[in-house]
């Protein structure tokens, strides 16, 4: 086995639509024995998700916290950090953001109020990235391992601020906060729940994330490291700070995301899984799907926000378990992953 | 690497994924479209927060639902089920556009926000949210409520421990599971004032691992008897093992009926008839009695006395036939409504009588506000004097807990051991 020279552009974008195609036309043959007809059921799946005005818009609500974590995970990926851990940097800006909104700040104007949460969203998001940052780059301790731990503090963080200290006054004792004062509730278009700042933030991400990686010197730095940390270290570049600066930017995108999903949706801090359906984990597979390119995120994105949104059209139509999507999204990161791997490496029989 | 090839790569990209779009789209249109027609029958959606085949809550909406779906020709029922509480706004939206439902049923508190927020989307659409306290103009409530089961059931395992410890598996620290296990060492309590029972927390409405884990604790601990609040049938399962192994554990089953995982060790339980709930609610906006301007006050909080819910293991079955020696050889003197002594066996039946005959809580409406008043009923397991674990007397002798006082329960009893905060 060896590795290829650099692989055809035009392969870059085949590789992920064969590999979607391959997961549909695997989970298509599971379907056709449990005797559903493949296409019917995509092309409802399509319907339910892009077909309507409904449809469009819950995909777009899915696909801003898919964006936001995965362009930061692009960016990790890209320097080869595995930042496991969007789902837990997640939870701790939605923390941050109940935190301005119920306590520090519950009476402030929306001007200030909103700004607030996102600034303190991301820094919490920052934060809960910068920990394992922090050990991988003093101690190399395997960021795997840590950021993927970290998530669980976090949702158990949420869990004990939820049945205590922050269990909300008007809710009968439910484990919930108090809903938080109108101000600082995220403009919604009108008619759905498209939380605007949030869904503008979430493209500038991938903007960023992009102009960051390619037109900057620590971006640059950032790839050579991801590509090969001791050339980097031959060529002077520091490792602890591009460690550090990446895993604070994924963690802080990651954290702007949970800040959307309590302002612009819930507008108050609940159970971790009803604030992130695996967003956060979800979001790796949008970084591969997009082949580590931050503006390609934005359409694999919005397929991955399209494919949640669907799964419930499945559901109703065929009388299917939600499992479904579950199945389909892991066939297709196997595919993915595969599908890498074949265009980076050719085996050779000798 | 060239900088320009991303954006071409992105171009051939968006155009593939926008022509499978047109495709599917176009496929959809054409099988699907044409089938969309009105019908003047009502349609229910069903919206569940776990799995049909939890063997618990969900299980037991969804076979209220059938039964009513079954019984009426001019009904019809749709039901989504595994809806987390973010993805709850979108599937009312879809019940409402597309499967051109009238009632939509939420039954998780989770999707009380969003019950609200469509109601008002929706104003000529009729909801009724399970187990929340937010109503509107067209939102009601409704919930079958088990304490005085719990009771029952509390009565009978302090019959039947011989340790005196008394475990419960629980769910989640909110005041619905404090209100059931207090009720369940209320019922302890007056048939065996030594008897303490014991709280493990899972944080799970339905975890089978952390079920059995929690059993098994609570056996180790000395515990010989015990109820759990969770939706499968762990526990029950692990009794019976115990059983198997010659330690006889009893257990009480939760929701559905779960005699049939443990026949050797289930003594009763709680059950739940939502079809008696959904019949009435259908009916009544079947009738004109119920529409989408007059939801505002309606709530529904029915237990034994309103037949939402049943006491046993199995229906029909109150108590397993293999346990009425032994709690008939318990005897017991009643001092809460003067029957003089019986067996623990006979209690029950008579507790069981009292609480079928009248109403326990009755809804009025006072200067248009909904307010809950005590019912007429001859026993209720909440009456005082009632002990918290600190030994304050919360609630004088004689006096009666009301719904608000009930549904925002956050303490427990003097003899339950462990916190109520979790």
Redo the contacts between chains.
């Keep these: 086995m060896e590795k290829k020279e650099a692989p055809p552009k035009w392969m870059e974008v085949l590789v992920p639509l064969v590999s979607v195609a391959s997961a549909l036309l695997i989970a298509g043959f599971f379907l056709a024995l449990q005797g559903i007809p493949p296409l019917e059921l995509y092309s409802k799946m399509l319907a339910g998700s892009f077909a309507s005005y409904h449809g469009i818009s819950y995909t777009i609500v899915k696909t801003i916290p898919l964006l936001l974590c995965g362009a930061g995970l692009v960016l990790a990926f890209k320097a080869n950090i595995w930042n496991i851990g969007a789902e837990g940097q997640l939870l701790m800006g939605a923390v941050a953001a109940t935190w301005v909104a119920l306590y520090a700040m519950p009476s402030a104007p929306s001007y200030l109020v909103i700004p607030a949460m996102f600034a303190f969203g991301f820094i919490a998001g920052a934060l809960w990235g910068l920990v394992p940052g922090y050990l991988k780059s003093k101690l190399a301790v395997n960021e795997i391992i840590t950021t993927l731990m970290m998530n669980y503090i976090a949702i158990k963080l949420v869990e004990y601020l939820i049945y205590g200290p922050w269990r909300g006054e008007e809710e009968w004792g439910f484990p919930i906060t108090d809903k938080f004062p109108e101000a600082a509730w995220l403009p919604r278009i009108p008619g759905t729940s498209v939380h605007i700042p949030t869904l503008i933030l979430a493209l500038l991400s991938a903007a960023l994330v992009y102009l960051l990686l390619y037109k900057t010197k620590v971006g640059y730095e950032a790839r050579v490291y991801g590509s090969n940390p001791e050339a980097a270290r031959y060529a002077g570049i520091s490792s602890e700070k591009v460690i550090l600066l990446v895993m604070a930017i994924s963690g802080g995108l990651a954290g702007l995301a949970g800040v959307g999903e309590v302002a612009g949706i819930h507008r108050r801090l609940r159970y971790p899984w009803s604030i992130s359906c695996g967003y956060g984990f979800a979001a790796i597979i949008v970084a591969f799907l997009a082949r580590l390119n931050p503006l390609a995120a934005i359409i694999s994105a919005i397929f991955l926000g399209g494919l949640f949104v669907g799964g419930d059209a499945v559901q109703m139509a065929f009388g299917l378990p939600v499992g479904v999507v579950n199945m389909f999204n892991g066939l297709m990161l196997l595919c993915l992953v595969s599908g890498e791997f074949a265009l980076k490496y050719r085996v050779r029989v000798k | 690497m060239?900088?320009k090839?991303?954006?071409?790569?992105?171009l051939?990209?968006?155009i593939?994924?926008i022509a499978?779009?047109a495709?599917?789209?176009g496929?959809?249109?054409w099988?699907?479209a044409p089938a969309a027609a009105a019908a003047a029958k009502i349609k229910a959606g069903y919206i569940y927060v776990g799995?049909i085949g939890d063997y618990g809550w969900t299980h037991a909406h969804d076979q209220g639902r059938k039964i009513v779906d079954e019984k009426y020709d001019w009904l019809d029922t749709?039901y989504?089920?595994?809806?987390?509480?973010?993805?709850c706004?979108?599937?009312i939206?879809?019940l409402i556009?597309?499967?051109n439902c009238d009632v939509v049923f939420t039954t998780s508190?989770?999707f009380m926000?969003a019950t609200i927020e469509a109601g008002e989307?929706y104003p000529d659409k009729i909801f009724f949210h399970c187990s929340g306290?937010k109503r509107g103009a067209n939102v009601g409530t409704y919930f079958a409520e088990f304490y005085q089961l719990y009771y029952l059931n509390g009565l009978m395992a302090g019959a039947l421990t011989k340790t005196n410890k008394v475990g419960y598996v629980a769910a989640?620290?909110?005041?619905e599971v404090?209100r059931h296990i207090n009720a369940f060492a209320i019922g302890v309590k007056e048939v065996n004032p030594d008897a303490k029972v014991y709280v493990v927390w899972i944080?799970a409405w339905y975890d089978p691992t952390k079920a059995r884990e929690a059993a098994e604790a609570l056996i180790a601990d000395g515990c010989d008897v015990l109820a759990f609040t969770e939706d499968s049938p762990t526990v029950i399962e692990v009794c019976e093992e115990y059983y198997a192994k010659g330690q006889p554990i009893y257990a009480f089953s939760h929701y559905s009926p779960m005699y049939s995982y443990g026949p050797n060790v289930t003594v009763s339980g709680q059950l739940v008839h939502w079809e008696v709930v959904y019949d009435d609610i259908l009916t009544k906006i079947h009738d004109g009695t119920y529409t989408s301007q007059n939801l505002e006050n309606v709530d529904y909080w029915w237990m034994l006395h309103e037949g939402a819910v049943e006491l046993g293991c199995d229906f029909g079955m109150p108590i397993n036939p293999k346990f009425e020696d032994a709690l008939k050889a318990v005897t017991v003197t009643d001092t809460k409504t003067g029957h003089g002594t019986m067996s623990v066996y006979d209690l029950v039946m008579l507790r069981l009588e009292q609480m079928k005959a009248q109403p326990a809580h009755v809804a009025k409406v006072e200067n248009g506000q909904l307010v809950w008043e005590l019912g007429p009923i001859e026993f209720d397991p909440f009456t005082g004097p009632l002990y918290d674990q600190d030994g304050n007397l919360r609630v004088a002798d004689g006096v009666r807990l009301g719904h608000d006082d009930l549904?925002?329960?956050?303490w427990f009893v003097d003899n339950v051991v462990g916190s109520p905060?979790?």
């Excluded at chain 2, 989640?172 to 005041?175: E, R, Y």
């Excluded at chain 2, 549904?407 to 956050?410: A, E, F, G, V, Y």
């Design positions: 060239s900088e090839a991303p954006k071409r790569r992105l051939v990209a968006a593939v994924l499978i779009l495709i599917g789209v496929y959809y249109l099988v699907y799995p749709v989504v089920e595994s809806v987390s509480e973010a993805d706004p979108r599937i939206d879809k556009t597309e499967e508190f989770g926000d989307k306290y989640h620290p909110i005041p404090i944080h549904w925002t329960m956050d905060t979790g």
